[in-house]
């Protein structure tokens, strides 16, 4: 059938047959598709979804919008709770007081995660933010896989606003990483971060210091 071999500890979803051999009591399955299930079903799916977005161009670099030097919103779309928001806000306050947040509190986890995620990149693009950022703390692949949905790595390739790409651990590749403008990692440093709050805008004198945060 499929030509998969399950290894140890794999989960697999099986098709075929049972046999019962009356004398020894006995089952035989005689198997004819053999599937990965649960991880491994999402890891061959991701490699699937990789090569035909790799294909349509989604991760060609001449595609890619170059970050603003200066911005004086920035947009996040995350969970309104958790250390990957907090973050975010204190290393924007700490690195240019005069960056306004806009954050769109958005479902990062679950079925109805990929279509929160994608009204919040239309929400704040359509506001006009300078710069958006786009992810959640790290977690498993399940926990992590509404930004491997087709329709949300489309959004964020669409988007006329340059799209920062914060999801997971900066080794954990997913599709919104793949299509964003830049990458930076989810650890303590984040010093990949800071290209876009070390500047200050060219106009600062005409506006004060200001570390609040505003919720679409």
Known sequence: ????????????VVGGSVEVYE?????QLYAREIILDGAGYLYEKFERLKRELLEQGLFASEYKQPLPKYIRTL???TAPTGAAVQDIINITRRRNPYVQIILYPAIVQGEQAAASIIRGIRALEHIGVDVMIVGRGGGSIEDLWAFN???VAQAVFDCTVPIISAVGAFIITSLVKLVGS???????????????LSGSSPNKSRYAPSSKTYFF
């Open 23 to 27: 004398r020894d009591g006995k089952y």
């Open 182 to 196: 830049f990458i930076h990692s989810d650890n303590s440093s984040r010093n990949s971060f800071n290209w876009s």
């Open 1 to 12: 059938g499929s030509g998969l071999l399950p290894s140890s500890r794999q989960q697999v």
């Open 149 to 151: 949905e087709e329709a």
């Open 75 to 77: 947009g996040v779309v």
